[in-house]
């Protein structure tokens, strides 16, 4: 059978590659191309991964392809990312990017290439069953990206492989160094998917002006001044630009009204914590489970929190949590789960 892996340059779809291809499956590699803009810019490393994707592929004895999805991720990811910030929400790009892009344009460019399936180099697992298909988590619980992808369809999850869902990231690392492969000790990349290493407050100025407002404490006295709602989200620590004796301060709520921020001090303030949220734009592989309990995570790096589930409508539900949640963000995803099983999700609102 033939796969086509998403070659991004990194060590991880570089092993997914070779692991594919000593099963004996017919493997093509594909360089996708998502962003142009500033593409001579100081923090952009797109020829720099498309250079190291096409060196692994040489190694690995696979051909390469390069395919541009610019255009395609500029009306798909970027229009959205764009819309929810100028609403003073946080959206997550990478989660849009990958069912969008990686696993829709990619996917529908591979079979049109002749693919069985598409392969890439998350760490995520999938169960199939008689009756559908569902991610689940890898065996590397600390790599786990399954809350990146809850939004893949059954189409999606059917016609995709993930072959690192049963290996860690230190076993990937070994046996990158064992290949001599040229991105054995690459460092894995951290920036969100099209704005790669750049500071993240210096690329949303290129696209939104500066709407100064006060930045005041809950009594309402006025601490300082900060540049526009947008450019900060719910729980930031730093970068907000005050200081003083005493505990941290940290930002607990955006006064749309008033173009205010409200801060406060102390990582643990009351103002933090949520015991609900509710959340639409429903992304659920299986259809929206049955009411009770689950598990959920609303950011990436936390654990799963016991929670109850109810319905309020199609594309509507609220979540409960039996403890109360630490700096929910409206824009942010909520991924539910079963057990091992990543049910799905959808955008706290």
Known sequence: MKVIVGLSGGVDSSVAAYLLKESGYDVLGIFMQNWEDDNNDKYCSIKEDSIDAISVADKLGIDINIVNFS?????RVFKYFLEEYNNYRTPNPDVFCN???????????????????????HYVGKVDYNLGHILCKSK??????????????QTQIKYSMFPLSTIT?????????KLNLPNANKKDSTGIC????????????????????????????VLG????LMFYTIGQRKG????????????????????????????????????????????????LP????????TRYRMNDTPCFLDKIDDDNIKITFFSPQWAVTQGQSVVIYKNNLCMGGGIIK
Not at 71 to 75: A, C, H, L, Q, V
Not at 169 to 177: D, L, Y
Not at 225 to 228: L, R, Y
């Open 169 to 177: 990231k230190p076993e990937v690392r070994e046996i990158a160094r």
């Open 240 to 287: 907000i630009g005050i200081g003083g004796n005493g505990a941290p301060w940290f930002v607990a709520k955006k006064d749309i009204e008033t173009n205010s921020l409200v801060v406060v001090q102390g990582h643990d303030h009351p103002l933090l914590y949520t015991k609900f949220l509710y959340a639409n734009q429903l992304s659920f592989s299986q259809g």
């Open 290 to 297: 049955q009411p009770g309990e689950y598990t959920a995570k």
């Open 194 to 221: 099209f704005i790669g290493e750049r500071p993240f407050r210096e690329f949303l100025q290129n696209y939104f002006p500066n709407n100064k407002g006060p930045i005041i404490n809950v009594d309402g006295k």
């Open 140 to 153: 590397d619980l600390n790599k786990d990206q399954s809350y990146f992808l809850y939004r893949l369809n």
């Open 71 to 75: 255009k395609e991720y500029k009306t």
């Open 225 to 228: 001044e900060h540049i526009g």
């Open 99 to 121: 069912s969008e892009i990686k696993f829709k344009c990619f996917l529908d460019h591979a079979i049109s290439l002749g693919a069985d399936y598409i392969a890439t180099g």
